[in-house]
């Protein structure tokens, strides 16, 4: 039978176990494998996800996929505005921590209040901090700590896993 102890110690090695389980299997498949344990608010299903993304968005934000460099129209927007999550509407990013790091995806020095999760990706020759939604756990990129001031981050994105909003010409300015 187990007692309390046990069972919390057997609970320990599961998670041991599972730890270990993961950084081999994220050296087979770096991109894929960044597994967290937290939950989310939304939370959704492969088959209803696939429902309302885009093929190219289901990869990324679901798959934690990287888009091609240069390929996202968001790249090249400086317009004044928020970059919302793709898949939850969540705004994520303002246009005025976006900056350009020349490195062919959209990026930005610091997220929005509450909008954002990281998750510690280890793969076979570094390790990186991943970005998600905070509120669907949607996969959106990576940050660096090489950003310009004033953080010295660079939260480099998938324009594919955003959506740019347009700052409305109402009173706020
Ligand atoms: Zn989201």
Partial sequence: MLTRRNFGLAGIGLVAAAAGMRTVTSHANEENMSTTTETFEITKTPEEWRKILTPEQYYVLREHGTERAGTSPLDKTYADGTYDCAACA????????????????????????????????????????????????????????????????????????????PKSDKSTG
């Fill in 90 to 165: 969540l705004p994520l990013f303002s246009s005025e921590t976006k900056f350009n790091s020349g490195t062919g995806w959209p990026s930005f020095y610091k997220p929005l209040d509450n909008a954002i999760g990281t998750t510690v990706d280890k793969g076979f020759f570094m390790t990186r901090t991943e970005v998600h939604c905070r509120r669907c756990g949607g996969h959106l990129g990576h940050v660096f700590p090489d950003g310009p001031p004033p953080t010295g981050l660079r939260y480099c994105m998938n324009g594919v896993a955003l959506k740019f909003v």
